[in-house]
């Protein structure tokens, strides 16, 4: 079952911001880490940020010093907040768990469009 909702995306130009929420329910919130995961049109899904139940973070290069991921444990919720947008982060947004196995169980994820 899909246990997460992402919500937030939207259309904006280059330099906008945006926030993303990603709500989870059932057992999945209680791993030890939560990712946010983008797929770009024609391109792969690619992990752009991550983040452990302590709090710890991680991202891909192509969006270190412009994304933050967070996590509140207590509602379960986790957050992405990009700002200076690029049309390279146009994609379908997804949040799921940090996992080495492959994932099968995606929910259905939000689109953020950056126009130039």
């Known amino acids: 079952q899909v246990q997460v909702v992402e919500s937030g995306g939207g259309l904006v130009q280059t330099g906008g911001s945006l926030r993303l929420s990603c709500a989870a329910s059932?057992?999945?919130?209680?791993?030890?880490?939560m990712g946010w995961y983008r797929q770009a049109p024609g391109k792969q899904r690619e992990l752009v940020a991550n983040i452990t139940s302590g709090g710890r973070t991680n991202y891909a290069d192509s969006v270190k010093g412009r994304f933050s991921i967070s996590r509140d444990n207590a509602k379960k919720m986790v957050y992405l907040q990009m700002n200076n947008l690029k049309p390279d982060d146009t994609a379908v947004y997804y949040c799921?768990?940090?996992?080495?196995?492959?994932?099968?169980?995606w929910g259905k994820g939000t689109l953020v469009t950056v126009s130039s």
């Open positions: 799921n768990i940090i996992a080495t196995f492959p994932i099968k169980s």
């Open positions: 059932g057992s999945i919130f209680s791993l030890n880490a």
